[in-house]
């Protein structure tokens, strides 16, 4: 009969154990490091409050008039549509790595994914989503011209 093997006083550690223990140490000494310099520029900064300094600064440039412009900017659609089609490329790159392994599944699956995409912009296009510059339906006087 044979003896199980020694492991000379060293204990055996769980693989989730050994991958766990790196983790915690260095969101532990990241935690550290940013409450301590948060600490110091807190401690060490200048306490002065003025009008200079609670001005608002633009490149150098000292602001005049107002934020407020008189027609709409739709910045945030512009980053939705972003967002929505950077998406969408994502998903379509990763169909184009793995299109052999899918076969033809995979192409009825990513056809019926750009079409949706495809009745989605036409969607948009016609309630004029896309229409951001200046137009005369939207700027007409009260009296028509």
Known sequence: M?????????????????????LVAYTAVAVLLIGVLLLAAWWLGARRRGDVKAMAYESGVIPTGTARLAYPVPFYLVAIFFIVFDVEAVFIFAWAVAWDKLGFPGLIHISFFIVVLLLGLIWLWIKGGLDWGPSRERFKDTDGN
Request: hydrophobic share 30%.
């Open 2 to 22: 044979s003896e199980p093997p020694t492991t000379f006083g060293v204990q055996s550690v769980s693989p989730l154990q050994g991958e766990l223990v790196p």
